[in-house]
């Protein structure tokens, strides 16, 4: 089993609270945190990467050096990339429903 | 062969930890187990141990190096008293909660305020949460036998659980008494060479050890921890008595004195229970039907089997030296009376809190405490719940 699934009882699940799967936290979904989500505007977007250095929970996805995704998945909607875009390109909206940016 | 030799109840856990040889001891230094740390840090020095021995700034430190280097993989051993063992308080819980084998010899201590070197049990009951099993030495050979029983105990695969091997400070720790200390090969060959379980240091299998563990997890991962106190009230049990199969001593959970018969009834631990002993003895030659209860093993709890061996008095006494403020009585009391309230025991039971920071507590203070039950057996009443022995008033 890579991942405890969410019903797993306490039998199942090693001893010591450990988890003997190395490196499975990014399949932890923690969507459910957030109370507000970032929305970013593609068009007036430099590709500075700061949002990218700043997000906390690696949450911006990042391809060929270009933002190309927000990840609904780990995103905790605490704002550090709207706060630091110089372009003000993203918003923080209300609510934790976050849809899933299109990957150009 | 084992060998006589007078030693106090420092030298003693000393040469115990001198023959288990353990992988790793990080300890910090404070009164009145100074002298373990130091006679332990001679043997590394000297080299006749193989010990790895972290000096460290704190106890809480301490702990930490101890709870890592068991998650590592290796054989960890440590000692404290009183205010070192409250720093290690919040490290504590979570050596339990990996399941990690520690083993820790606390030299029972007052807590401050104010400040206080003398025994009482004020330290360890304060931890009595925390996960760890607990055994109580009445004299020095118990310590050196309780303290090579707890690696046993803990090691067990099916436990997997630190201890506690805990002795009176100054009363037990700086006395001088012959023990048999064993051989250091027999010693060795008991307890076994150490198995780690899921070391960190396996780097073919790695994983992931205290991670946040929030409401979708943490209380299966809480009741699993919970599944191992049966299994380490067994295993106290079996190793007791494969002890006395190998060293001619039996150890059990508790130790009982002329309770089959017992009108009143005693419950106390530690050196306290000594003395005690001889109380019993006196007041049966009186044809006073007087028993004791010594407990040894505090944590996994043995509440049904004190229920059990209480079961015939008409009155009992649970004597704790610790006091557990703004609750009314003592720690030890409180437990027992709800084991023996679930258990359906209706035998009228009080609670004398005695001995704190050291107090003397004299065969006539225990007597006095026999003389109270008569009272209470014959009239079938406790005028008050909780007293405080040999206070001046
Ligand atoms: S809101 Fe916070 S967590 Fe979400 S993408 Fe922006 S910086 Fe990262
Ligand atoms: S900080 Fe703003 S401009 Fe810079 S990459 Fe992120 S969204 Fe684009």
């Given at each position: 089993m890579r991942v405890y699934p969410p019903d797993a009882k306490w039998h199942e699940m090693a001893d010591g609270?450990?988890?003997?799967?190395?490196?499975?936290?990014?399949?932890?979904?923690?969507?459910?945190?957030?109370?507000a989500h970032p929305v970013r505007d593609?068009?007036?977007?430099?590709?500075?990467l700061f949002c990218w250095i700043y997000c906390p929970d690696n949450s911006v996805l990042v391809k060929d050096q270009k933002v190309v995704a927000l990840d609904p998945k780990h995103c905790k909607g605490c704002g550090i990339c709207a706060q630091v875009c110089p372009k003000d390109c993203i918003t923080m909206q209300p609510g934790g429903d976050m849809p899933e940016e299109e990957d150009k | 062969m084992g060998q006589l030799q007078p030693l106090e109840g420092n030298l003693a856990v000393a040469e115990a930890m001198r023959q288990i040889n353990p992988d790793v001891v990080a300890a910090y230094p404070i009164t009145p187990s100074t002298e373990i740390v130091q006679t332990f840090a001679n043997f590394v020095a000297d080299g006749e141990v193989d010990t790895n021995y972290v000096a460290v700034e704190s106890e809480h430190s301490a702990m930490s190096a101890c709870t890592a280097a068991a998650a590592a993989g290796g054989r960890v051993m440590n000692v404290t008293s009183a205010n070192g063992l409250a720093l290690m308080w919040e490290i504590l819980y979570i050596t339990a909660s990996f399941r990690q084998p520690v083993i820790l010899t606390v030299v029972n201590r007052a807590l401050s305020g104010n400040i206080n070197i003398h025994c009482d049990h004020s330290d360890t009951m304060g931890t009595r949460d925390a996960g760890w099993i607990q055994l109580y030495s009445e004299n020095v050979q118990e310590c050196y036998d309780n303290l090579i029983q707890a690696v046993a105990i803990g090691e067990r695969m099916d436990v997997r659980l630190p201890v506690m091997s805990c002795l009176d400070g100054f009363l037990v720790s700086h006395s001088y008494e012959m023990l048999e200390v064993e051989d250091d090969e027999a010693v060795r060959e008991w307890i076994g060479p150490y198995k780690p379980n899921e070391p960190l240091l396996d780097v073919e299998n790695p994983y992931t050890m205290g991670p946040i563990d929030l409401y979708d997890y943490y209380i299966e991962h809480k009741y699993s921890q919970w599944q191992a106190y049966p299994a380490a009230k067994q295993a106290v049990i079996e190793e007791g008595k494969r002890f006395g199969e190998t060293f001619g001593r039996e150890y059990g959970l508790m130790e009982t004195l002329g309770l089959d018969d017992a009108d009143i009834a005693v419950v106390a631990m530690s050196s306290a229970a000594g003395t005690a002993k001889d109380v019993v003895d006196k007041l049966r030659d009186e044809g006073v039907k007087a028993g004791l209860l010594k407990l040894r093993c505090f944590r996994p709890f043995p509440g049904e089997e004190i229920a059990a061996a209480l079961a015939g008095c008409k009155a009992v006494c649970v004597m704790d030296r610790a006091a557990s403020f703004g609750a009314g009585s003592g720690p030890l009391f409180h437990e027992i009376a709800a084991a023996m309230y679930t258990g359906g025991q209706t035998v009228p039971i009080n609670n004398v809190i005695y001995g704190l920071g050291g107090r003397t507590v004299k065969p006539a203070d225990i007597e006095s405490v026999y003389r109270g039950l008569m009272e209470i057996a014959d009239t079938g009443k406790v005028e008050q719940v909780c007293t405080w022995l040999s206070v001046r008033e």
């Open positions: 609270g450990v988890i003997p799967q190395a490196g499975n936290a990014e399949e932890y979904d923690v969507s459910g945190w957030r109370s593609d068009e007036c977007c430099i590709q500075c | -």
